[in-house]
């Protein structure tokens, strides 16, 4: 089954400056690759995804990059500001049949003012 | 619109009791999803529903766990008998028929003492 790397576990960054969090997947079927945002005992919110029909995609100051040949895929936070301190999970999983998401283990991220 | 409902918000029994979760996803959504969430992980499948049939239990523990969504609307899932190791956050997503984006709930705080 899909097996998803997440890295790193803890990152830690001044504010304003960028973050990069990396995946890696297994599954070669996979096609769609979430990234949700937890802040401390609340539920995960989606942030960004992308298709595997694309390979980059931007929203503000969050960007998603995809590798399909690599199986690899990054979440670039620019200009960051404390309210970006959370944990932030990838996840991967096939757009038809079942549609099961696996998350990776999370990156905690803090934003030092 | 109303997101995803579930209750109780936390939840403390010993071992070797039961216990059940309620769910209520979002109105239309066809898609309902159980993840545990142990501390320090991102969110693992238990079990996911289309309408009120079961499409994916493959890492539900089936001698403890189980689920129903009697109605194909609310979902209710059950420990019996609950073990030290099953304290975790008991997250309920849905989606609509055919979309990828998954919404989460709040979750339900389990400690089994």
């Known amino acids: 089954g899909e097996n998803v790397e997440q890295h790193p576990s803890t990152l830690s960054v001044q504010e304003g400056d960028s973050a990069v969090i990396k995946c890696t997947y297994s599954d070669s079927a996979s096609n769609y690759f979430p990234w949700y945002k937890q802040e401390l005992g609340k539920r995960p919110q989606l942030i960004i995804d992308i298709r595997s029909n694309v390979g980059e995609k931007k929203d503000q100051r969050i960007a998603v990059t995809l590798n399909k040949t690599a199986k690899h895929f990054s979440l670039h936070i620019t200009e960051t500001q404390p309210e970006d301190s959370a944990v932030y999970f990838c996840a991967a999983s096939r757009r038809q049949g079942a549609q099961k998401l696996v998350f990776g283990q999370g990156t905690r991220l803090t934003i030092n003012p | 619109e109303a997101g995803v409902a579930q209750s109780p918000r936390y939840k403390i029994i010993e071992k070797r009791q039961s216990v059940a979760f309620w769910c209520n996803p979002i109105?239309?959504?066809?898609?309902l999803y159980w993840y545990q969430q142990i501390l320090g992980q991102g969110p693992k499948l238990l079990i996911q529903?289309?309408?009120?049939?079961?499409?994916?239990d493959s890492q539900l523990p089936k001698d403890r766990f189980s689920a129903e969504r009697l109605k194909g609307v609310d979902s209710t899932l059950k420990i019996q008998p609950a073990k030290l190791e099953d304290s975790a956050v008991y997250l309920c997503?849905?989606?609509?028929?055919?979309?990828?984006?998954?919404?989460f709930g709040p979750g339900t705080r389990l400690t089994v003492l």
């Open positions: 109105s239309g959504h066809a898609t």
């Open positions: 997503a849905s989606s609509s028929s055919g979309a990828d984006t998954q919404y």
């Open positions: 529903f289309q309408n009120n049939g079961v499409v994916d």
